[in-house]
């Protein structure tokens, strides 16, 4: 009996893995609770930016992140981190890059240090859960958005500057 409930239990938490109910990406900062696309919010506020950028990577090629990175410390070392407010969004295959063993995880958390902020969309989430059969571990700046392609659209209605790698 009690490995019956064992594997009832594990059960329900799959499914909640994959529906989205709980997982790896809830230790994650997400805005999925009270998100409006009316209103963006930011894990990095810059009231002083005079320059907003959001950077999209949907590529699964590291080399691609890569350049989506050195474009984003570009624009730090051009601008000043006080004056420049970046976020950059992945989805589809290039949210392998936001993956905690990514070959760029650590430039990843040297820019957050700098105020830049890194997106991932929880429908890319999901399936990747679904694919794996288990939550992918993300790095830790990962922000947790309902859907990358909204998030772009929701800052360039917002005035950001938008750019592909």
């Known amino acids: 009996m009690k490995r019956s409930i064992r594997i009832s239990i594990m059960s329900v938490v799959t499914t909640c893995f994959l529906l989205g109910g709980i997982g790896v990406a809830d230790a994650n900062p997400s805005m999925l609770k009270g998100y409006s696309f009316a209103k963006p919010t930011f894990v990095h506020e810059h009231p002083f930016a005079t320059a907003h950028i959001v950077l999209q990577v949907s590529q699964g090629d590291p080399a691609r992140w890569g350049l989506a990175l050195?474009?984003?410390?570009?624009?730090?070392?051009?601008?000043?981190q006080e004056e420049v407010q970046i976020v950059i969004v992945a989805f589809g295959p290039g949210e392998k890059m936001y993956l905690a063993d990514s070959p760029v995880a650590e430039k990843i958390?040297?820019?957050d240090a700098e105020g830049v902020e890194f997106d991932a969309c929880d429908n890319t989430?999901?399936?990747?859960?679904?694919?794996?059969?288990?939550?992918?571990?993300?790095?830790?700046?990962?922000?947790?958005?309902p859907g990358g392609i909204v998030r772009i659209m929701q800052l360039e209605q917002h005035g950001f500057d938008y750019i592909k790698p």
Request: aromatic share 8%.
């Open 125 to 145: 989430y999901k399936a990747m859960t679904k694919e794996m059969g288990h939550p992918p571990k993300l790095v830790k700046q990962a922000v947790i958005v």
């Open 70 to 80: 050195s474009n984003a410390q570009n624009l730090l070392n051009y601008f000043g």
């Open 109 to 111: 958390a040297a820019l």
